[in-house]
């Protein structure tokens, strides 16, 4: 059973940077939900004998709706969850582009695939499931729905989004833009209900699989229930990303991208790097110039053009990571910057960098969501993998190296799901994404994630005759 949070959060927003309600939202009864769940399932089967050609037109639609309103859907970003909305508007682009993609690329990766067997004739074609719940995150509240819902709809399935209860009125403008651009009403539904009504909507059998985005506390539950209704399941959870620093790295550009890497989103990525593993013959070279380009960070109004990071999501989020820092400095950690929430209204933490980290620390050892940078010094590349390995999650990674064959070498021994070399981690739909150990299971994103969604259908016929 899913567990109800400590405190039961309403469906209800904030504005983080001041403190300030915003929206409140009344949850569905029990038989709205049922009669969404009917509605979903009957608008699934005729959604799926449309031809892929116009499931196509129909998220090129969507691209279209989300670059006409891009300015204003960025703005309700910024208010209901805090990212600056320089950030917010290239998350509205990133969704538009994906889209696009999707039409582009993704009937390519839905066609038939010819196999050789005990026939001349076997191929596997791929099928929708059907009716798929969609659990997703507040902090990226358009583009973990994009990435999720829209090859599953280019392959024929239903989306039902269970959103964060915080980004609602996000919730609500991404199924206002899925019907102004011609997805018919009951194929991509937003459903108002809370954590303990989702156990039934995940226990209907007219639900076939559950795509969720979150922590591994909640993959592990939503697993457990999906699993003993035999509900395929695809969970993109946390982690706690390494970002090496090897001694033949070009610094001036692993500096700069470190910061961005790490503070992208006011730090509130599962894939940020968090984890900096520096070897110690360039660590006196690396830390001062990594925390002198945090110090310049801009902190302030979201909504400004110049700030670069801005509140965290909640104050319970800020609570917890400032938790994180001082337990982890009270077990011998240095604060090189930064260090604690600024005062003042809103949900704000100063950009930190703590040096001496040590695996036996909480932002080492556990997932670090804010502006919170962990350094690292290691001896040599083994001992930066073991350390890098060290770790519960197993998401994505950085690897700095001038050399880019042992790049790829040391990528190998990362148990990961990703590893970029001299570049930044980041999703491109065109691209497998997902994790391993406690960063969950199965891919979104790519011909990979496209068929997590899709009954992989093996179809054999008997041999021509005579051949």
């Known amino acids: 059973m899913i567990s109800v949070p400590p405190i039961a959060r309403p469906l209800a927003s904030v504005n983080p940077a001041t403190g300030e309600p915003l929206e409140a939202f009344t949850p569905l009864d029990a038989g709205q939900v049922a009669a969404a769940i009917a509605a979903a399932d009957r608008a699934q089967r005729d959604w799926a004998r449309e031809p892929l050609p116009a499931r196509a037109d129909r ?21 209901e969850m805090g990212k600056p909305l320089a950030e917010a508007r290239a998350e509205i682009e990133k969704c538009a582009a994906a889209c696009v993609t999707f039409a582009e690329q993704g009937p390519g990766w839905l066609a038939d695939v010819a196999l050789a067997s005990d026939s001349d004739r076997s191929f ?20 973990q729905v994009v990435r999720a819902a829209g090859p599953a709809l280019l392959g024929g ?33 937003t459903l108002l209900i809370t954590e303990p009504q989702t156990e039934s909507v995940i226990a209907d059998p007219r639900v ?6 979150g922590s591994d506390r909640a993959g592990a539950q939503v697993a457990a229930l999906a699993g003993r209704h035999l509900k395929k399941t695809v969970l993109e959870l946390g982690g706690s990303d390494v970002f090496i620093v090897l001694e033949d790295a070009d610094l001036d550009q692993a500096v700069a991208t470190g910061v961005r890497a790490r503070f992208q989103n006011t730090g509130q990525t599962c894939i940020a790097a968090k984890r900096f593993l520096v070897v ?24 400004l053009a110049s700030t ?17 820092v001082r337990e982890s400095v009270a077990r011998g950690a240095t604060v090189r910057c930064g260090g604690g929430p600024l005062e003042g209204a809103g949900f704000f933490y100063q950009p930190t960098v703590l040096g001496d980290v040590t695996e036996a620390m909480a932002v080492f050892r556990e997932e670090t969501f804010g502006p919170v940078a962990a350094v690292t010094r290691v ?14 999650y197993g998401l994505g990674g950085n690897v700095w190296t001038r050399d880019l064959e042992r790049g790829a070498r040391v990528a190998r021994r990362l148990e990961t799901g990703g590893v970029f070399v001299n570049g930044m981690t980041h999703s491109d739909p065109r691209i497998p994404f997902g994790g391993v150990k406690r960063s969950g299971y199965g891919r979104e ?14 179809i054999w016929l008997p041999p021509t005759p005579g051949v």
Not at 166 to 172: F, G, N, P, W
Not at 208 to 213: F, G, I, S
Not at 379 to 392: G, V, W
Request: aromatic share 6%; hydrophobic share 50%; proline share 7%.
């Open 379 to 392: 001896r040599d590349e083994d001992e930066a993998i073991r350390l890098a390995n060290a770790s519960p």
């Open 157 to 189: 399935n239903a989306i039902l989004l269970k959103h964060a209860p915080s980004v609602t009125r996000c919730a609500l403008e991404i199924e206002a833009v899925m019907e102004r651009a011609g997805v018919p009403p009951g194929v991509f539904t």
């Open 124 to 143: 596997v074609a791929f099928a929708p499931l059907g009716v798929v719940l969609a659990i997703m995150p507040w902090n990226y509240p358009f583009w």
């Open 280 to 303: 110690d013959s360039v660590a006196d070279r690396f830390e001062p110039r990594f925390r002198d380009a945090v110090l310049a960070l801009r902190v302030g109004d979201p909504t």
């Open 445 to 458: 994103l790519s011909q990979f994630g496209i068929h997590e969604l899709m009954n992989v259908q093996t």
């Open 308 to 324: 670069e990071i801005g509140p965290l999501a909640r104050s319970d989020l800020r609570d917890g990571l400032d938790r994180q």
């Open 208 to 213: 076939r699989a559950v795509t969720l985005t």
């Open 59 to 79: 998220l090129r639609g969507v691209a279209a709706e989300l670059r006409l309103e891009a300015e204003r859907l960025a703005l309700v970003i910024t208010r």
